[in-house]
């Protein structure tokens, strides 16, 4: 295979990077800690967290986990908001030679049983604020130890008892629970430092984190990270974000780079792009717990320097419309980065005449650490593309029958690079499915790549619209409605039609309240030839989102 994409890398960025230097995630997160430990290493609620202190923490966390007796390569859970806890315990869980599994706070009593009994993990660290949910499924689960986290444990003394006091009393945000036997975080991590640690005999081809899909398709599986695609990942994205940010910084005389963590740490854009990537160059990162809240999260960003802005497309959307957003300074701002679901170019149009910074379009899935491929991080303008394969990545566009396509035809985007997941936790015969022969994991996603080796995404293949035997991309018709100024947010989806089997329905939340269905049909009408125009258009006030804010197609559809 050519590599055709290699052609248009930025000046220093290498074809290949050297996964081997390290052989585990926490060997990275350990020679940071020691290598910056002046430095501030998490900023959440007005309060900091040096690398000094994420090194005591973890490493006495991790000595009171193994306290437990769980085997090595045991899994322990995490169920945590954006909190000063939560890398603490990633680098404690790793530390002590364990598997990371993440968990959304906001699951279900149904969702949190199934994740737990699905990888097996024994214990968990929770914040209280769900703890209610867990009581409701313990006695199905193989877990044995919890960890329970309040939002204060790490603000210190005055502070700490005031947020708790909030949060439990007068906001009324922590239900009653019970859960016999559990331990407090912060109980744990003072008994953990008269405990000595073992040196945990972990390998690159041992597991570091179960990363749980979302289950757009099907039940939510576990992909598999080894040690070695994390490593390689993180290596991979500092060097790609060389060009815009000093990510070769040296820790006594470099400028340090501040990250906004406004995506929840369970989902793997902000794992590998802010935790990761953000300890291994010694960068801060601001954490956000409730970035829903925009007020809050705006008010957050009025006292902190951001250069590094991972967000996705809903969020860039919120923020770009907030009045108080348009009047922060922006002036150190060094690169915006969108993942986790298609941005919009009137999105992107908008932030960039906002900030002054474009959005560097991304693509990954938890089966691939997560970035596979990335547009050039010194963009100056928006591509509507997912950019180029990272170092040590292909990408191959191939049919049904896996073979290769010409330049120019859609097909599936196959991704083969050190990135790339294990597979699914004991699903074998999922994993078959998405694996092939050679390398490359099937992404179920549908691309075009060109000359260049650039990709563009068209569509997941289960989210077409098949209209009288033509092929309708949802994503088309959903950037073309947010072209429209009355137009806030878009989501397209395929209903039965008896004359073309599907026809296209469009969901609208309205930016002007004065657009109506006539108005916005003449709009597509210009845009759109005749089978992708909607049939129907139904305004609503808000659309179905996951927790990370992508928009739910799915949620949308008839149920029966």
């Known amino acids: 295979m050519e590599k055709l994409w290699l052609k248009q890398y930025p000046a220093g960025v290498p074809a290949e990077i050297d996964a081997g230097q390290y052989e585990t995630v926490s060997q990275v997160l350990e020679e940071s800690m020691k290598k910056y430990a002046s430095r501030t290493a998490f900023i959440c609620m007005g309060k900091t967290l040096s690398y000094a202190q994420l090194d005591a923490y973890s490493l006495n966390l991790a000595a009171w986990l193994q306290s437990r007796g769980i085997a090595p390569g045991g899994r322990v859970a995490i169920m945590l908001p954006n909190i000063m806890q939560y890398p603490v315990c990633i680098a404690a869980i790793l530390r002590a030679g364990y598997v990371v599994v993440n968990i959304n706070p906001l699951y279900t009593p149904r969702e949190l049983e199934h994740q737990l009994k699905d990888s097996g993990a024994e214990a968990i660290i929770i914040i209280e604020n769900f703890a209610t949910t867990l009581q409701k499924v313990i006695a199905n689960t193989p877990v044995k130890h919890v960890v329970v986290a309040a939002m204060g444990d790490l603000l210190g003394g005055l502070k700490g008892t005031l947020v708790n006091l909030v949060v439990r009393r007068v906001k009324k945000m922590v239900p009653e629970w019970s859960l016999p036997g559990s331990v407090r975080f912060n109980d744990a991590v003072a008994q953990g430092g008269s405990l000595t640690l073992k040196p945990a005999t972990r390998t690159r081809d041992d597991v570091a984190f179960l990363q749980y899909t979302g289950g757009t398709t099907g039940v939510s599986k576990g992909a598999t990270l080894l040690n070695r695609n994390v490593v390689a990942n993180m290596l991979q994205v500092e060097e790609w974000l060389q060009p815009a940010i000093d990510t070769r910084s040296d820790a006594q005389t470099s400028t340090q780079i501040n990250f906004v963590c406004a995506l929840p740490l369970y989902h793997i854009f902000a794992l590998t792009v802010c935790n990761m990537i953000g300890v291994r160059i010694g ?86 650490s997560p970035v596979a491929t990335c547009n050039v991080a010194n963009l100056n303008g928006f591509t509507g593309t997912i950019g180029l394969p990272v170092p040590s990545t292909e990408i191959a566009i191939r049919d049904e029958e896996g073979k290769d396509l010409p330049l120019g035809e859609s097909g599936e985007i196959c991704i083969r690079g050190p990135q790339v997941m294990a597979g699914y936790w004991n699903r074998p015969e999922e994993t078959a499915n998405v694996m092939t022969a050679d390398g490359f994991f099937k992404s179920g996603d549908v691309g075009v790549m060109d000359e260049q080796g650039v990709t563009r995404i068209v569509d997941r293949k289960k989210d077409m619209v098949l209209v009288s035997g033509f092929n309708v991309f949802p994503s088309e018709v959903e950037e073309v409605a947010m072209m429209h100024p009355g137009v806030l947010e878009a989501a397209v989806i395929g209903v039965p039609d008896e004359h073309s ?46 927790p990370v804010g992508k928009i739910l197609r799915r949620e949308l559809r008839p149920t029966s």
């Open 283 to 368: 960068a801060c990162n601001l954490l956000i717990p409730n970035p829903r809240d925009i007020p809050g999260f705006v008010k957050e960003l009025s006292t902190f320097k951001f250069n590094v802005f991972p967000c996705l497309n809903t969020l860039f959307n919120a923020l770009a419309n907030n009045p108080e957003f348009a009047k922060l300074d922006f002036s150190s701002l060094k690169i915006s980065l969108g993942g986790g679901m298609a941005t919009q170019r009137a999105v992107a149009d908008k932030w960039s005449a906002l900030t002054g910074s474009a959005i560097v379009e991304g693509y990954g899935l938890s089966e691939t």
């Open 501 to 546: 089997g599907e026809v296209v329905k469009l969901f609208i939340v309205k930016k002007d309240p004065e657009l109506t269905e006539s108005a916005l049909q003449d709009f597509l009408k210009e845009q759109l030839t005749g089978y992708k125009r909607p049939k129907y258009i139904e305004f609503r006030a808000d659309l179905p989102k996951s």
